[in-house]
């Protein structure tokens, strides 16, 4: 019994499991934040260009706000 114990403690094979699972939280997390900050960029380009555009009758294009 005491040996059974000791050998779960012991065992290393789920800390690989472990590692991947958080390596694979980290990247979500960095790739949800770039995901963010780029659609705020794209909506700049848009709200850009749309103020570009707007010698075009009133009303015909309005910029949206981020």
Do not use: H, Q, W
Not at 12 to 30: F, H, K, N, R, S
Request: glycine letters at 10%; charged letters at 10%.
């Amino acid at each position: 019994m005491i040996g059974n114990l000791k050998a779960f403690f012991l065992d290393e094979d789920g800390a690989a499991a472990t590692e991947y699972a958080m390596l694979a939280a980290l990247i979500a997390l960095v790739v949800a934040i770039g995901a963010g900050n780029m659609g705020r960029d794209i909506c700049a380009v848009f709200n850009g260009l749309a103020v570009a555009l707007s010698s075009l009758p009133a009303g015909a294009i309005a910029p949206i706000p981020c």
